[in-house]
């Protein structure tokens, strides 16, 4: 998964506050500066297991504060994964 693509999540799960530009450098920018909380980071999240076929734990997720960790979680969940199957 990339940027791109959890920015898009992001957008169609829990909108964009005002002021906020996705589309900019916003890798390491804190989900609470974006306007995104932890139900909406749950509510992505949820998406992205159901989609992927991945579990994140809760804690995982929890310590997800920017988008490039979440990213990270979630890649290395992918990964493996896909040395599993």
């Given at each position: 998964m990339d940027l791109k693509e959890l920015t898009t999540?992001?957008?169609d799960c829990a909108?964009?506050?005002e002021g906020v530009d996705?589309?900019?450098d916003v890798l390491d920018v804190?989900?609470?500066d974006l306007g995104y909380d932890s139900?909406?980071?749950?509510?992505?999240?949820?998406?992205i297991e159901r989609d992927?076929?991945?579990?994140l734990s809760d804690d995982t997720v929890a310590e997800a504060s920017t988008p490039r960790?979440?990213?990270?979680?979630?890649?290395?969940?992918?990964?493996s994964t896909a040395k599993a199957a």
């Open positions: 999540l992001l957008r909108g964009v506050g996705l589309d900019g804190p989900f609470d139900l909406a980071i749950l509510q992505v999240t949820g998406v992927y076929h991945i579990q960790i979440l990213l990270e979680f979630i890649n290395d969940c992918l990964s």
